[in-house]
T-cell receptor
Framework: DAGVIQSPRHEVTEMGQEVTLRCKPI?????LFWYRQTMMRGLELLIY????????DSGMPEDRFSAKMPNASFSTLKIQPSEPRDSAVYFC????????????FGSGTRLTVV | AQSVTQPDIHITVSEGASLELRCNYS??????LFWYVQSPGQGLQLLLK??????LVQGIKGFEAEFKRSQSSFNLRKPSVHWSDAAEYFC???????????FGGGTRLMVKP
């Protein structure tokens, strides 16, 4: 298995632009999580899906952030418009069942908004 | 609400020395506990987990952790550290379904030659 695949690995964009981060979970995993990691705030859960349905999006910072999971093998996290304070590493993770086996993380997308 | 505290932000040990990273959790019921390691530029990798049973759990890369309910702790240990163990380590607690993991702030381990 190729693991959780995220793209792009790095993204540099200008303030105000739309940014889309992509995630392909491990085949057969039915829970998917989006995290944001910064020096100041550590790892923050943004949203998680179970069986493609958003279960908890209370961590999404504001309306500029949106996430979708149109099918079991693909999810996107979109920021529109982007701001410099959105600069962070964004991780996607997936798990089987409700996560009791532990998450498998992707390698992350490092986003820089200038 | 569940929470995790990793009291040590940075730890430096000499190669070959023993290691213990501290983790304290807060959770009302029996917790699901995890340790992850993050190498620079990489995602988090699961080292070990505890759900129930034997309170001493073995993980990958020679790591082990001990669950102590009375102390609300789940400390990570390794008897002899290797230079390749330099990384950031995260403790996490999950609810009774194991989802919605809450992560600690991490401990950055540096290894002296």
């Amino acid at each position: 298995d190729a693991g959780v695949i995220q793209s792009p690995r790095h993204e540099v964009t200008e303030m105000g632009q739309e940014v889309t981060l992509r995630c392909k979970p491990i085949s057969g995993h039915n829970s998917l999580f989006w995290y944001r990691q910064t020096m100041m705030r550590g790892l923050e859960l943004l949203i998680y899906f179970n069986n493609n349905v958003p279960i908890d999006d209370s961590g999404m910072p504001e309306d500029r952030f949106s996430a979708k999971m149109p099918n079991a093998s693909f999810s996107t996290l979109k920021i529109q418009p982007s701001e410099p304070r959105d600069s962070a590493v964004y991780f996607c993770a997936s798990s089987l069942g409700q996560g009791a086996a532990g998450y498998t993380f992707g390698s992350g997308t490092r986003l820089t908004v200038v | 609400a569940q929470s995790v505290t990793q009291p040590d932000i940075h730890i430096t040990v000499s190669e070959g020395a023993s290691l213990e990273l501290r983790c304290n959790y807060s959770y009302g019921a029996t917790p699901y506990l995890f340790w992850y390691v993050q190498s620079p530029g990489q995602g988090l990798q699961l080292l070990l987990k505890y759900f129930s049973g034997d309170t001493l759990v073995q993980g990958i890369k020679g790591f082990e952790a001990e669950f102590k309910r009375s102390q609300s702790s789940f400390n990570l240990r390794k008897p002899s550290v290797h230079w390749s163990d330099a990384a950031e380590y995260f403790c996490a607690v999950g609810n009774n379904a194991g989802n919605m993991l809450t992560f600690g702030g991490g401990t950055r381990l540096m290894v002296k030659p």
